[in-house]
């Protein structure tokens, strides 16, 4: 099983709607989870990150853990074409680096 | 303040040839990772340095990767003999250990090394 899973999408929703990306993880031992976007062509930017079951808000963006579940996952409301772009989910490698998703590519139509 | 600097920003080479690339972390960060990222892949782990702890070399692919970073700051990595499977962006990343204010041990990534073996 792979170590942290995302589909690939695209996902399309249109201007206004609210977006869900999900991402289910294999180490229960996990306790920080963490969501960069990536724009076509550039690097990732972290948006969010959660550590506790729950939600978590910042702005348009909510974060929602659920540990028994193994799953995050990333609403994005009122969204916006310049929401579109690949959405990574990443997990911690031991105390050291993140383990990435592929990442969910996320198309917003105007 | 600057961000991570990576260089060059694109690398064309031929199969065989030897290639460096480097990384210029924000100042003050004391951790350092490199990953790569394959088109419509996810991110590779290859490397992280932490101060002057031996560097967690876990993710290099093969013998042919190497990487080193000098006085705790400027980071190389270099891929010998290359192949046409080593083309990939190589990304830099720096975080610092303490509490950013967002995440503690946020990454901050460079703009990348485009890298295509011919």
């Known amino acids: 099983q792979k170590e942290v899973e995302q589909n690939s999408g695209p996902l399309s929703v249109p201007e206004g709607a609210i977006a869900s990306l999900n991402c289910t993880y294999s180490?229960?031992?996990?306790?920080?989870f963490f969501w960069y976007r990536q724009y076509s062509g550039k690097s990732p930017e972290l948006i969010m990150f959660?550590?506790?079951?729950g939600d978590k808000e910042d702005g348009r963006f909510t974060a929602q853990l659920n540990k028994a579940s193994q799953y995050v996952s990333l609403l994005i409301r009122d969204s916006q074409p310049s929401d579109s772009a690949t959405y990574l989910c990443?997990?911690?490698?031991?105390?050291?680096?993140?383990?990435f998703g592929k990442g969910t590519m996320l198309l917003v139509s105007p | 303040g600057a961000g991570v600097s990576q260089s060059p920003s694109n690398k064309v080479t031929e199969k065989g040839k030897d290639v460096e690339l480097r990384c210029d972390p924000i100042s003050g960060h004391t951790a350092l990772y490199w990953y790569r990222q394959s088109l419509g892949q996810g991110l590779e782990f290859l490397i992280y340095?932490?101060?002057?702890?031996?560097?967690?070399k876990s993710g290099l692919p093969s013998d042919r990767f190497s990487a080193e970073r000098t006085g705790g700051s400027v980071s190389t990595l270099t891929i010998q003999r290359t192949q046409q499977e080593d083309s990939a962006v190589y990304l830099c990343?720096?975080?610092?250990?303490?509490?950013?204010?967002?995440?503690?041990?946020?990454?901050?990534f460079g703009p990348g090394t485009r890298l295509t073996v011919l």
């Open positions: 959660i550590y506790s079951n």
């Open positions: 180490d229960r031992g996990s306790q920080s």
């Open positions: 340095f932490q101060g002057n702890s031996a560097p967690d």
């Open positions: 990443a997990v911690p490698r031991g105390y050291s680096t993140l383990t």
């Open positions: 990343a720096s975080s610092s250990p303490t509490l950013s204010g967002r995440a503690e041990g946020e990454q901050f």
